[in-house]
């Protein structure tokens, strides 16, 4: 089945740097990567996604990139903020978009 | 529009017993999927029911199990509960308009099996 690996598992970044999360996949089937934010207590939020067909997304601060041939995709967070503060996530997909394997998660740390 | 909700929030059990979680989807959602997580494990796929039908299914034991009403509302239940179960689990509603999924989780159930 599919793996999904994510780097790093925690980082720590000043207001206003930029941060950027690592997921590789192992299934080349794999063709949705969507990206979570989780705050404590709650539930995973969709924030940002991708497909095989593009190689790169943004959505104001939040950017991700595709490579398809060497199987990982990143995201990428500018001008970050105390708030962006949370439990990230990667996953991927090759069996329908309901059906999620997930890395397991990056704690972005920003400080004022 | 309201979110996914999840009842309860939290939940305590001893060894050997049952539980029955449940959750409702945002309105016109007809997909529901459950994730189970936890701090070794990460986020693990259970289920997947669409129009009351399980449509995938993750690698757990048999003792893990679940539905979806005619409503799209769905529970799952876990029977003989071992300690390991203990674990916060996650229900997730999609809705795929044109190109673009619509996916939102709710806050989950913590269950704690003592």
């Known amino acids: 089945g599919e793996n999904v690996e994510q780097h790093p598992s925690t980082l720590s970044v000043q207001e206003g740097d930029s941060a950027v999360i690592k997921c590789t996949y192992s299934d080349s089937a794999s063709n949705y990567f969507p990206w979570y934010k989780q705050e404590l207590g709650k539930g995973p939020q969709l924030i940002i996604d991708i497909r095989s067909n593009v190689g790169e997304k943004k959505d104001q601060r939040i950017a991700v990139t595709l490579n398809k041939t060497a199987k990982h995709f990143s995201l990428h967070i500018t001008e970050t903020q105390p708030e962006d503060s949370a439990v990230y996530f990667c996953?991927?997909?090759?069996?329908?978009?309901?059906?999620?394997?997930f890395g397991k998660g990056t704690m972005l740390l920003v400080s004022p | 529009k309201a979110g996914v909700t999840q009842t309860p929030r939290y939940l305590i059990k001893t060894r050997g017993q049952q539980v029955t979680l449940s959750c409702s989807p945002i309105?016109?959602?007809?997909?529901v999927s459950w994730y189970q997580q936890t701090p070794g494990q990460g986020l693990q796929f259970l289920f997947e029911?669409?129009?009351?039908?399980?449509?995938n299914k993750g690698n757990f034991p048999g003792r893990f199990s679940g539905r979806q009403f005619s409503n799209s509302r769905s529970e799952m239940n876990v029977s003989t509960l071992e300690l390991g179960d203990s674990a916060l689990y996650l229900c997730?509603?999609?809705?795929?308009?044109?190109?673009?999924?619509?996916?939102?989780f709710g806050p989950g159930t913590r269950l704690t099996v003592l």
């Open positions: 029911y669409f129009s009351e039908t399980q449509r």
């Open positions: 997730a509603s999609m809705r795929t308009v044109g190109v673009d999924n619509e996916q939102f």
């Open positions: 309105s016109g959602h007809r997909s």
């Open positions: 996953a991927a997909s090759s069996s329908g978009y309901s059906t999620l394997t």
